[in-house]
């Protein structure tokens, strides 16, 4: 079977409003970050949908037993969120996924060549065989920050299709490169743009989301 990447936009009345109140560049910075944890939270909600691993068991109610699906607290998930804008999706991502393990990575881009360089690298030397990864990167745009975060975790043992990848707004240059080097990724996005400008910002976008988020 050829895996190919797979690409989600949720047609979820909560994720369409609240990317209309981000991309708003008269939202202020307060209600920006309001936007960002509600994103977070639906597109996790969306992306760890038949993704989080599950086990049956028999409960008893006040009246009788009955069969009951729980999380599988025994398999070992993650959340890396990439800074500095990951960190405005992290804590509503916690919410869905409470024992998730948090391993932060800093990432900044050069202005001048759009490339990514680490600053920042929490990631364990190896992860336990078959965690589960949620990736928190709001905007995906030339694709360099993502790529480089890709290739440290499968350097530690992270397998891609179980991987999943949340953003706010993704382009097509990031998505393609994506698809080529990992086609058993998975990302939930709200929406997909258009295209990059010269900066490398996303058109329309929303702007610099690690700014609005922060007020910087």
């Given amino acids: 079977m050829t895996l190919q990447l797979r690409v989600y936009v949720p047609p979820h009345p909560l994720i369409q409003h609240w990317l209309g109140v981000a991309r708003d560049a008269d939202t202020p910075s307060v209600l920006f970050k309001s936007a960002m944890t509600e994103l977070g939270r639906w597109l996790t909600y969306e992306a760890v949908r038949e993704w989080l691993p599950t086990e049956e068991l028999t409960v008893q109610t006040p009246l009788a037993t009955c069969p009951a699906t729980m999380i599988n607290p025994t398999v070992p998930i993650a959340i890396v969120p990439i800074l500095r804008a990951g960190l405005a999706l992290l804590e509503s991502a916690q919410t869905v996924l409470p024992l ?77 490169k994506l698809s080529v080097a990992y086609p058993g990724l998975v990302v939930y996005t709200a929406t997909i743009d258009e295209g990059v400008n010269s900066q490398g910002f996303i058109v329309p976008g929303l702007g610099d989301a690690g700014d609005r988020t922060f007020g910087t």
């Fill in 100 to 176: 998730a393990s948090i391993y932060h990575l800093g990432l900044v881009r050069n202005e001048e060549t759009l490339e990514a360089s680490c600053y920042l690298n929490k990631l364990p030397a190896q992860f336990p065989p078959g965690t589960r990864v949620l990736i928190t990167e709001p905007m995906l745009a030339t694709g360099g920050s993502i790529m480089m975060t890709m290739s440290e975790l499968t350097k530690r043992g992270v397998d891609p299709a179980l991987t999943r990848i949340i953003s706010i707004v993704a382009a097509p240059p990031a998505l393609q």
